[in-house]
């Protein structure tokens, strides 16, 4: 059993990057697909969807269609299971001076870092991407 299944998600998209594969099939939830969802909006992934395989939800994410470059060149988990991160808004990181995104967990959901500034809501950080 996996004890931070981000970071296993947010490892099979680097992987599958690495090796040049255009889809990935991982354990459905749905904070997984929360996430996928905001990387589908950002533009850095083409798409994300539920499926059943033999009666257990998979999320199936379409990194790049076949033939073009995936648009992730930088995927890192930040807060972790043994060490948390927080940030009130005023402290929230930009990644790569706002051209990347920061996802964020806050008391309203995951959003990215510029949402949660515009709620001006502070929490947990999730991951960087660029």
Do not use: W
């Amino acid at each position: 059993m996996n004890t931070d299944p981000i970071a296993d998600m947010l490892s099979r998209i680097r992987n599958a990057i690495a090796v040049n594969q255009t889809t990935i099939n991982l354990p459905y939830s749905k904070i997984k697909e929360r996430v996928a969802q905001l990387l589908k909006d950002q533009g850095y992934i083409e798409g994300a969807k539920e499926e059943e395989i033999a009666g257990f939800k998979r999320l199936s994410i379409t990194i790049n269609q076949t033939g073009s470059n995936p648009k992730i060149s930088h995927i890192k988990r930040l807060s972790k299971p043994g060490r948390r991160l927080y940030s009130s808004v005023d402290k929230l990181p930009r990644s790569l001076n706002g051209r990347g995104i920061v996802i964020v967990s806050t008391s309203q959901g995951l959003m990215t870092d510029n949402d949660a500034r515009k709620l001006k809501v502070g929490g947990e950080l999730i991951c960087e991407v660029y």
